[in-house]
């Protein structure tokens, strides 16, 4: 990646008075992040959360510039249950969207569940999926994430990195598994922040009041070092927040208009 003295771009922050511009907002969003990168290189790489952001993703359901065929995607952390457990991120990414739209199973990265008993070799071999993705492909020492798309949880944590947790200090490993999660269930793999932090955009998606003192917390004191304020993409990645007028209610940031 170019200038690495470059510090990176500011958060953009797009508040919406409803969930339903919200959701609009995000789909066409996300569908010239895809356009961009399908024009380039032909296809596409996203990595996915669980929790609301998958409904929060409808707005791409029956909607004709999506390219499915061209879609490589991963997960940004997954819990170590079977893929058809309530717990799975997968299960739920699938019933509220690839079970609705043509996407080829093939370009969706599970993990392996025959691996369930080492988490060592489980996170190796989820890393060795992105390089067999990312590697060969753009020969950087990181992946280059077109797009990873994060919520963010009441205690500040995103993906599976929870405050004060030693992941938070991993600098080498693509994916890291942490079988001690505070919340449950406790064996998850989640991608790093190396991974997250060299991505062409991040964007969280967070609504509700519930999230408006965390939300604060966050983009307004990241010296507190909360792990979702550590997701800062280097330059030339940029860092988008998509909430709701309910979440955005204490921010002292000011918001960014939305232009596509
Ligand atoms: O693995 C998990 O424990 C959840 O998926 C979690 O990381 C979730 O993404 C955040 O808590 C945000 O949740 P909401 O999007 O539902 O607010």
New binding site residues.
């Given amino acids: 990646m170019a200038a690495v003295h470059h510090p990176p771009n500011p958060p953009a922050l797009h508040s919406f008075e409803s969930v339903d511009l919200l959701v609009e907002s995000l789909a066409a969003f996300v569908v010239k992040a895809q356009k961009e990168a399908i024009d380039k290189k032909g296809r596409f790489t996203i990595a996915l ?5 998958p409904k929060m993703l409808k707005g791409l359901i029956n909607n004709p510039a999506v390219k499915w065929d061209l879609w490589q995607v991963f997960y940004a ?1 997954e ?1 170590v249950v079977p893929l058809d457990d309530p717990d799975s ?1 997968h299960l739920l990414c699938t019933q509220e969207l690839f079970s609705k739209v043509p996407i080829p199973k093939e370009n969706i990265h599970t993990i392996d569940v025959s691996l369930f008993d080492d988490l060592e070799e489980l996170s190796d071999a989820y890393e060795k999926e992105l390089i067999r993705e990312f590697a060969q492909k753009d020969a950087a020492r990181f992946p280059v994430f077109d797009l990873i798309l ?5 205690d500040g ?4 990195l929870f405050p004060n947790h030693p992941l938070l200090a991993e600098e080498d490993r693509w994916v890291a598994y942490i079988e001690d ?1 505070p ?1 449950p269930p406790p064996k ?1 793999i989640t991608l790093t922040y190396p991974v997250i932090n060299h991505a062409a955009r991040v964007a969280f ?2 609504a ?1 009041a519930g ?1 408006a003192d965390m939300l604060s917390k966050v983009l307004d004191h990241p010296e507190e070092g909360l792990p979702s304020s550590r997701v800062r993409p280097a330059y030339p990645g940029q860092l988008y927040w998509f909430v709701d007028a309910p979440a955005a209610a204490k921010l002292e940031l000011p918001p960014t208009e939305f232009k596509l």
């Fill in positions: 959360s669980g929790g609301s952001l952390d819990r991120n994060l919520g963010m949880g009441p944590h995103t993906a599976s999660s919340k998850r998606v967070a509700g999230k």
